[in-house]
């Protein structure tokens, strides 16, 4: 069965330091891979995707396929990035896609 | 605003009554999605739907019904009740061709 793990629940790092949150999955077709993100009291929100090889805020992730991971990354944190981040796989075919969550991991930014 | 809303925001009801969410959307896509989010579990789906009046279970659809008899709304039963049903749930929107989510702001429910 599809899987998503986020090995960490809680990463404290410091304003300026690097970051990576780590995302592991299992599936065995074409993994389709997103992180989202929920900021204190507002709703998840998508951060970035794999196929669009896009950065937002400052965040990149690269789809390692033989590390089965998606590692989301961060050169310098900012105390604004503190929030909930949650790795998604998609499974289906297109249309009706089912996302699968990890855990999801708490970023806190120290100042 | 990002064309979903649930409704309601927070409530609590007691063991063995039913329940019933609203999720109400503005964009016109085909599918919806209920899910949980329990610590330690993420997300996790409990129905979700490719039309109206065409719905599926998911991971976690034991005690939950559903129903989309219009576009544009998806209700979340509970048929009766029970305290592992305390939780927040999302509902979540997809055109189906981006392969991302949009996301409501959630219902906290509390059953005491």
């Known amino acids: 069965a599809q899987r998503v793990t986020q090995p960490e629940k809680l990463l404290s790092v410091f304003k300026g330091a690097p970051v990576e949150l780590k995302c592991n999955y299992s599936?065995?077709?074409?993994?389709?891979l997103f992180w989202y993100v929920q900021y204190s009291r507002q709703r998840l929100q998508l951060l970035l995707r794999?196929?669009s090889r896009e950065s937002i805020k400052g965040f990149t992730a690269d789809l390692n396929k033989g590390e089965t991971s998606f590692h989301l990354k961060k050169p310098f944190a900012q105390e604004e990035d503190s929030a909930m981040y949650y790795c998604a796989l998609s499974e289906g075919v297109q249309g009706a896609q089912k996302l699968v969550f990890g855990q999801g991991t708490r970023l806190t930014i120290n100042p | 605003d990002a064309g979903i809303t649930q409704s309601p925001r927070h409530k609590v009801t007691e063991t063995g009554t039913p329940v019933t969410l609203r999720c109400h959307q503005t964009e016109n896509h085909r599918y919806m999605y209920w899910y949980r989010q329990d610590p330690g579990h993420g997300l996790r789906l409990i129905h979700y739907?490719?039309?109206?009046?065409?719905?599926d279970k998911g991971e976690v659809s034991d005690g939950y019904s559903v129903s989309r008899s219009k576009t544009e709304d998806f209700l979340l039963t509970l048929e009766s009740a029970t305290s592992s049903q305390t939780s927040v749930y999302f509902c979540?929107?997809?055109?189906?061709?981006?392969?991302?989510?949009?996301f409501g702001s959630g219902t906290r429910l509390t059953v005491v």
């Open positions: 794999h196929i």
């Open positions: 739907s490719y039309g109206v009046k065409d719905t």
């Open positions: 599936y065995s077709g074409s993994p389709e």
């Open positions: 979540a929107i997809s055109d189906g061709a981006t392969g991302g989510y949009t």
